[in-house]
């Protein structure tokens, strides 16, 4: 709790600061140019104060600081023709309106592009975790299968041969491998079977099967990639 309100002071305390000099110096009654910049300032501040929502949710510190990098840019960039026009006060407010609603645009535009596109890291790189995370386990019920095999027989060397073939396999994968995958998930069970009724014939059957299915695999991502 503590913690949080002195954020929000430290946060609320530049802004308070701006204002409490701009109308000690130049008063409430000020031009339209003034105003203008008086607004993009805060504008600008405000930017920087709710870049927190859209990073909340990204753990990433890349992707984090990217935003903070282009709201803490356009900050500064919009301090310099905001101080410059209200100190200079041109008669004429139309090119300090546009400077700065430019500079908003250009910022709102990086901003929401480099947005989208920490979003599609975020999600493509969660969909390669579920990918090897997949491929992981598919190993180790291999493995854990393997383990409950006498070690130095044709059995144990036939699934060595398959664990060794899967756990070297690419943990990249996409849509279009998937029933090959959900084959292979399905040999396995297969195989386990064979082996808990100690099926020799079988056996041998499956776990070349599963050998060639994890080869059609690896060649399919090949093909694709």
Same mark, same amino acid.
């Given at each position: 709790?503590?913690?949080?309100?002195?954020?929000?002071?430290?946060?609320?305390?530049p802004?308070?600061?701006?204002?409490?000099?701009?109308?000690?110096?130049?008063?409430?009654?000020?031009?339209?140019?003034?105003?203008?910049?008086?607004?993009?300032?805060?504008?600008?501040?405000?930017?920087?104060?709710?870049?927190?929502?859209?990073?909340?949710?990204?753990?990433?510190?890349?992707?984090?600081?990217?935003l903070?990098?282009?709201?803490?840019?356009?900050?500064?960039?919009?301090?310099?023709?905001?101080?410059?026009?209200?100190?200079?006060?041109?008669?004429?407010?139309?090119?300090?309106?546009?400077?700065? !609603?430019?500079?908003?645009?250009?910022? $709102?535009?990086?901003?929401? +592009?480099?947005?989208?596109? /920490?979003?599609? *890291?975020? =999600?493509?790189?969660?969909?390669?975790?579920?990918?090897?995370t997949?491929?992981?386990?598919?190993?180790?019920?291999?493995?854990?299968?393997?383990?409950h095999?006498?070690?130095?027989?044709?059995?144990?060397?036939?699934?060595?041969?398959?664990?060794?073939?899967?756990?070297?396999?690419?943990?990249?994968?996409?849509?279009?491998?998937?029933?090959?995958?959900?084959?292979?998930?399905?040999?396995?069970?297969?195989?386990?079977? !064979?082996?808990t009724?100690?099926?020799? $014939?079988?056996?041998?059957? +499956?776990?070349?099967?599963? /050998?060639?299915? *994890?080869? =059609?695999?690896?060649?399919?991502?090949?093909?694709?990639?």
């Open positions: 709790m503590k913690n949080t309100f002195a954020k929000t002071v430290l946060r609320i305390l802004l308070a600061v701006v204002n409490a000099l701009f109308f000690y110096l130049l008063g409430t009654e000020n031009s339209t140019t003034q105003w203008i910049c008086y607004g993009f300032f805060h504008l600008a501040y405000l930017s920087v104060l709710t870049t927190p929502l859209f990073t909340r949710s990204n753990r990433k510190r890349t992707n984090t600081a990217s903070w990098y282009i709201s803490g840019w356009y900050f500064f960039l919009e301090l310099i023709p905001s101080f410059v026009c209200i100190w200079v006060n041109p008669e004429d407010y139309t090119w300090p309106l546009i400077t700065q !609603a430019g500079l908003f645009v250009v910022y $709102a535009f990086w901003f929401l +592009i480099t947005y989208i596109a /920490n979003n599609h *890291i975020n =999600e493509a790189m969660a969909e390669q975790k579920m990918y090897s997949r491929i992981k386990s598919l190993a180790i019920r291999i493995k854990t299968i393997q383990s095999v006498i070690a130095g027989g044709s059995t144990y060397e036939q699934l060595e041969k398959n664990f060794l073939k899967i756990s070297g396999s690419p943990i990249k994968s996409c849509k279009e491998i998937q029933p090959i995958e959900e084959s292979i998930s399905i040999l396995i069970d297969e195989l386990e079977l !064979a082996i009724t100690d099926n020799t $014939a079988d056996i041998s059957t +499956i776990s070349n099967k599963l /050998n060639l299915k *994890i080869d =059609e695999r690896n060649n399919t991502l090949k093909f694709i990639h």
